[in-house]
C-alpha cells in the first residue's frame, strides 16, 4: 500500500479474498471509488450471482483520525462493512469542508464510540450541513452498569424522531433502558464544550441551546464565544441557555489583548477630536499649537499596555480570543427550567425527577433495620450493630450502602480521614447503585430514638467529605439543606423504593411485591407478623409460619421471598424486636457489675 495516500482519499483497504485456485488475493481499494471499480472488485470476488466466495477487509489506512477504529467497531458488530457502504462513508466524508473535515475527525475520537454504518454518514453529513452545533457522547447508564459500555453520538439540534432513533440504536427506548448520562461533547463553539455539565442536563436542554446557537448571527455567535471563554454566565446549561438571549448586553471590540486595547483607545481618542484638532491647526489663538503639540507627544510616550489594563480594569473587561468584552446592560433570565422549554425542541416525555424522598419524626433504629431487610440479605448481627450505634446518643449520622454492605457512621466519623467509615465513602460514594441518607435525631424517649432521615446525593457527599475532611476527629455538623430540599413520604413509601431494585435482582421478580432478606423472612414467619411470600416461576407463593418451622425455608430459592406492601406491619413487628433485644442487652450491660480479670 502506499505510504502517502492522495488527498481525495478517504480510506484504502485492502481486500482479501478467494481467487483462481482458492488461493487468497489481496487488492486495494481506494474509497471513493467509481462504481465501475467497485463491480471490478465484486468480480474478482466471484461475487456475480453464481458463486458467493466472500471477501474481507485485511487492512485499512486513512488520513482521517479516528476513521478506521470506527469501521472496525462497525465490524466487531456485523458481519463487516460492503464495498458499497464504504463508498458511502466516504463520499459523505470527501463532501466535508476543511472545517466540517476537522469536526468529523474530532468526533470520531470519542471514547468508547458505539456506530454502525447510518450513524457515520449521519454523521459525516449534519457536519456537512454546518447544522451541527454540539455534539453529546451519550452512554446507557443501565448497561454501563452490567459492565457494558455502550455509548453513541448525537449531533444537535436535531428532531426528536432522529434523536430518539439514534438512541435506540443503544437500547435508550424509554422501557426497559432510559436512563444516560453524557461522558463527552464537542461544539462549534470555542470553549463551549469545556462548560457543558456532564450531569444535570437533559437532552431537552441541550437540543434547546443548540438550536438557540444555530439561529445566532455571526457577530453573536462571536460574543457568545467571548462570554463563554470570559467566565460570563455559563455556570450551568440554566445560564447557557440565557446567555444567548442576552448577547445584546455586551460590547466585543477587535482588541485582543492590553496594548492593542490601549492603542485602540488611543486611535479612538483621535477620531473623537480629529476636528477639534482640525480647529486648534487652523486658530491663531496663542498657545493653540504648543498644545497640538503637547496631545501629541504624550500619545507617543504613552504606556499602551497600562493604558489597556487600567481601562480594562474600570470596565471589568476580559480580553479573549474572540477579542475584548464588556457587560452593560442587566442581564435577564427568562428561562428557569426544563419546563420552559418549547414543545418542538422536547425529545423525551419523562417525568421530572422528584425530589430526595425524607421521613419526620420515625423510630430511627427501627426504621434502619427495616431499610436493611428490603435492600438485601443482612443477618442479626448487621442489624444489631446499626441499633447499638443509633443507640449512642449522637445528633447526625451518615447512611451509606452500595447493595451488599452497610455503614451508618457518626458524621465526625465519615469526615475523620483515615477511619473505616471514611475509606467506605470514598469507595463506594461514587457507586451508581449506592444510596445514602443523612440522620438527625431529635429526640430520646423511653429508649426510643425519635429523628428524621432524608436521602442525599452519594457524588455530591462524597466530594464534601473529601474537601472538608481533617486528620482527626472533627465537630462537624449536616446541612440543614439536606432536609429542606427534599419531600416528605412516609415510612412505607421509603421502603417501597428502596426495595425496587432488590426485587429486580430476583429470579423471579415481582414489581408489586416488596422483596425481604432470608433472615426478616424466616422470622416474620416463625412470629406470624404477616404473611410472607416465595417466588417461584409461576408467581408468589404464600409460606405459612409452620413451613418456615419444618423446612427452615431450604430450597433452590431459599433467598427468593417477599411481602405485600400492605402488609410492611410485620416487617416494622421484626423491626422492633430486632432494636429491643439490643436495648435490653444494653441494659443488662449498663446494670452488670464490674468484673475483675
Same mark, same amino acid.
Given at each position: 500500500?502506499?505510504?502517502?495516500?492522495?488527498?481525495?482519499?478517504? +480510506?484504502?483497504?485492502?481486500?482479501?479474498?478467494?481467487?483462481?485456485?482458492?488461493?487468497?488475493?489481496?487488492?486495494?481499494?481506494?474509497?471513493?471509488?467509481?462504481?465501475?471499480?467497485?463491480?471490478?472488485?465484486?468480480?474478482?470476488?466471484? +461475487?456475480?450471482?453464481?458463486?458467493?466466495?466472500? *471477501?474481507?477487509? !485485511?487492512?485499512?489506512?486513512?488520513?482521517?483520525?479516528?476513521?478506521?477504529? !470506527?469501521?472496525?467497531?462497525?465490524?466487531?458488530?456485523?458481519?463487516?462493512?460492503? @464495498?458499497?457502504?464504504?463508498?458511502?462513508?466516504?463520499?459523505?466524508?470527501?463532501?466535508?469542508?476543511?472545517?466540517?473535515?476537522?469536526?468529523?475527525?474530532?468526533?470520531?475520537? *470519542?471514547?468508547?464510540?458505539?456506530?454502525?454504518?447510518?450513524?457515520?454518514?449521519?454523521?459525516?453529513?449534519?457536519?456537512?450541513?454546518? =447544522?451541527?452545533?454540539?455534539?453529546?457522547?451519550?452512554?446507557?447508564?443501565?448497561?454501563?452498569?452490567?459492565?457494558?459500555?455502550?455509548?453513541?453520538?448525537?449531533?444537535?439540534?436535531?428532531?426528536?424522531?432522529?434523536?430518539?432513533?439514534?438512541?435506540?440504536?443503544?437500547?435508550?427506548?424509554?422501557?426497559?433502558?432510559?436512563?444516560? *448520562?453524557?461522558?463527552?461533547?464537542?461544539?462549534?463553539? /470555542?470553549?463551549?464544550?469545556?462548560?457543558?455539565?456532564?450531569?444535570?442536563?437533559?437532552?431537552?436542554?441541550?437540543?434547546?441551546? &443548540?438550536?438557540?446557537?444555530?439561529?445566532?448571527?455571526?457577530?453573536?455567535?462571536?460574543?457568545?464565544?467571548?462570554?463563554?471563554?470570559?467566565?460570563?454566565?455559563?455556570?450551568?446549561?440554566?445560564?447557557? +441557555?440565557?446567555?444567548? =438571549?442576552?448577547?445584546?448586553?455586551?460590547?466585543?471590540?477587535?482588541?485582543?489583548?492590553?496594548?492593542?486595547?490601549?492603542?485602540?483607545?488611543?486611535?479612538?481618542?483621535?477620531?473623537?477630536?480629529?476636528?477639534?484638532?482640525?480647529?486648534?491647526?487652523?486658530?491663531?489663538?496663542?498657545?493653540?499649537?504648543?498644545?497640538?503639540?503637547?496631545?501629541?507627544?504624550?500619545?507617543?510616550?504613552?504606556?499602551?499596555?497600562?493604558?489597556?489594563?487600567?481601562?480594562?480594569?474600570?470596565?471589568?473587561?476580559?480580553?479573549? #480570543?474572540?477579542?475584548?468584552?464588556?457587560?452593560?446592560?442587566?442581564?435577564?433570565?427568562?428561562?428557569?427550567?426544563?419546563?420552559?422549554?418549547?414543545?418542538?425542541?422536547?425529545?423525551?416525555?419523562?417525568?421530572?425527577?422528584?425530589?430526595?424522598?425524607?421521613?419526620?419524626?420515625?423510630?430511627?433504629?427501627?426504621?434502619?433495620?427495616?431499610?436493611?431487610?428490603?435492600?438485601?440479605?443482612?443477618?442479626?448481627?448487621?442489624?444489631?450493630?446499626?441499633?447499638?450505634?443509633?443507640?449512642?446518643?449522637?445528633?447526625?449520622?451518615?447512611?451509606? *450502602?452500595?447493595?451488599?454492605? !452497610?455503614?451508618?457512621?457518626?458524621?465526625?466519623?465519615?469526615?475523620?480521614?483515615?477511619?473505616?467509615?471514611?475509606?467506605?465513602?470514598?469507595?463506594?460514594?461514587?457507586?451508581?447503585?449506592?444510596?445514602?441518607?443523612?440522620?438527625?435525631?431529635?429526640?430520646?424517649?423511653?429508649?426510643?430514638?425519635?429523628?428524621?432521615?432524608? #436521602?442525599?446525593?452519594?457524588?455530591?457527599?462524597? &466530594?464534601?467529605?473529601?474537601?472538608?475532611?481533617?486528620?482527626?476527629?472533627?465537630?462537624?455538623?449536616?446541612?440543614?439543606?439536606?432536609?429542606?430540599?427534599?419531600?416528605?413520604?412516609?415510612?412505607?413509601?421509603?421502603?417501597?423504593?428502596?426495595?425496587? @431494585?432488590?426485587?429486580?435482582?430476583?429470579?423471579?421478580?415481582?414489581?408489586?411485591?416488596?422483596?425481604?432478606?432470608?433472615?426478616?423472612? %424466616?422470622?416474620?414467619? &416463625?412470629?406470624?407478623?404477616?404473611?410472607?411470600?416465595?417466588?417461584?416461576?409461576?408467581?408468589?407463593?404464600?409460606?405459612?409460619?409452620?413451613?418456615?418451622?419444618?423446612?427452615?425455608?431450604?430450597?433452590?430459592?431459599?433467598?427468593?421471598?417477599?411481602?405485600?406492601?400492605?402488609?410492611?406491619?410485620?416487617?416494622?413487628?421484626?423491626?422492633?424486636?430486632?432494636?429491643?433485644?439490643? /436495648?435490653?442487652?444494653? %441494659?443488662?450491660?449498663?446494670?452488670?457489675?464490674?468484673?475483675?480479670?
Amino acid at each position: 500500500m502506499e505510504e502517502d495516500i492522495r488527498n481525495d482519499v478517504i +480510506i484504502s483497504v485492502i481486500y482479501a479474498y478467494s481467487g483462481a485456485n482458492d488461493e487468497r488475493v489481496d487488492e486495494t481499494v481506494d474509497f471513493p471509488a467509481s462504481q465501475e471499480t467497485i463491480d471490478q472488485l465484486l468480480r474478482n470476488a466471484g +461475487i456475480d450471482g453464481v458463486h458467493e466466495r466472500m *471477501f474481507f477487509a !485485511a487492512a485499512y489506512e486513512s488520513k482521517i483520525e479516528g476513521l478506521i477504529d !470506527a469501521v472496525d467497531s462497525i465490524e466487531a458488530k456485523t458481519n463487516g462493512v460492503s @464495498p458499497d457502504e464504504m463508498n458511502t462513508i466516504a463520499k459523505s466524508v470527501q463532501s466535508l469542508d476543511s472545517d466540517g473535515r476537522e469536526r468529523f475527525a474530532a468526533l470520531l475520537v *470519542f471514547e468508547r464510540p458505539s456506530f454502525s454504518v447510518e450513524s457515520l454518514i449521519d454523521l459525516a453529513e449534519s457536519c456537512a450541513s454546518g =447544522d451541527t452545533e454540539i455534539c453529546a457522547f451519550i452512554v446507557n447508564a443501565g448497561k454501563y452498569d452490567e459492565g457494558n459500555s455502550v455509548g453513541i453520538i448525537v449531533p444537535l439540534p436535531a428532531t426528536k424522531e432522529s434523536i430518539q432513533a439514534l438512541m435506540g440504536e443503544i437500547e435508550l427506548d424509554g422501557k426497559r433502558y432510559w436512563e444516560y *448520562f453524557i461522558s463527552d461533547y464537542v461544539t462549534a463553539i /470555542r470553549g463551549l464544550d469545556k462548560r457543558l455539565p456532564l450531569s444535570d442536563v437533559t437532552i431537552d436542554e441541550l437540543n434547546y441551546l &443548540a438550536a438557540k446557537i444555530k439561529n445566532l448571527t455571526g457577530d453573536d455567535r462571536d460574543v457568545f464565544s467571548a462570554a463563554i471563554e470570559s467566565n460570563r454566565h455559563c455556570s450551568g446549561i440554566v445560564d447557557l +441557555i440565557n446567555l444567548t =438571549d442576552n448577547l445584546g448586553c455586551f460590547s466585543l471590540q477587535p482588541a485582543f489583548g492590553a496594548k492593542h486595547y490601549g492603542e485602540f483607545l488611543i486611535d479612538e481618542s483621535r477620531a473623537a477630536t480629529s476636528d477639534l484638532m482640525e480647529w486648534l491647526a487652523d486658530s491663531q489663538e496663542a498657545g493653540a499649537q504648543f498644545l497640538i503639540l503637547h496631545v501629541e507627544r504624550l500619545e507617543e510616550n504613552v504606556d499602551l499596555e497600562s493604558l489597556g489594563l487600567a481601562v480594562a480594569k474600570d470596565e471589568y473587561g476580559s480580553f479573549t #480570543e474572540t477579542g475584548y468584552i464588556t457587560e452593560h446592560k442587566v442581564f435577564q433570565e427568562s428561562y428557569h427550567e426544563a419546563e420552559d422549554i418549547p414543545h418542538e425542541y422536547r425529545v423525551f416525555a419523562y417525568p421530572k425527577p422528584k425530589a430526595p424522598m425524607r421521613v419526620e419524626n420515625v423510630d430511627i433504629p427501627v426504621l434502619l433495620c427495616e431499610m436493611l431487610a428490603v435492600t438485601g440479605e443482612h443477618s442479626h448481627r448487621e442489624s444489631n450493630r446499626l441499633a447499638v450505634t443509633i443507640s449512642s446518643n449522637k445528633t447526625d449520622y451518615l447512611f451509606l *450502602f452500595d447493595g451488599r454492605n !452497610a455503614v451508618l457512621a457518626e458524621t465526625a466519623e465519615a469526615y475523620h480521614r483515615g477511619s473505616p467509615e471514611y475509606d467506605f465513602w470514598i469507595l463506594c460514594g461514587d457507586n451508581r447503585k449506592a444510596r445514602a441518607f443523612a440522620i438527625h435525631t431529635k429526640d430520646f424517649v423511653g429508649g426510643t430514638v425519635v429523628g428524621d432521615i432524608a #436521602e442525599i446525593d452519594t457524588v455530591k457527599q462524597k &466530594a464534601d467529605i473529601i474537601k472538608n475532611a481533617a486528620d482527626a476527629e472533627i465537630d462537624i455538623a449536616l446541612s440543614a439543606s439536606l432536609f429542606t430540599n427534599t419531600r416528605a413520604v412516609s415510612s412505607k413509601e421509603l421502603l417501597a423504593d428502596l426495595g425496587k @431494585p432488590f426485587m429486580a435482582q430476583a429470579k423471579f421478580p415481582q414489581p408489586e411485591f416488596i422483596r425481604i432478606g432470608c433472615y426478616a423472612a %424466616e422470622e416474620i414467619m &416463625a412470629r406470624e407478623d404477616s404473611d410472607v411470600y416465595k417466588l417461584f416461576p409461576e408467581g408468589p407463593k404464600r409460606l405459612s409460619a409452620m413451613q418456615a418451622i419444618r423446612s427452615k425455608l431450604k430450597s433452590p430459592y431459599r433467598s427468593e421471598y417477599a411481602v405485600k406492601p400492605e402488609e410492611l406491619y410485620g416487617l416494622e413487628k421484626w423491626a422492633k424486636r430486632e432494636v429491643e433485644s439490643v /436495648r435490653r442487652a444494653l %441494659e443488662k450491660i449498663k446494670n452488670s457489675p464490674d468484673i475483675e480479670r
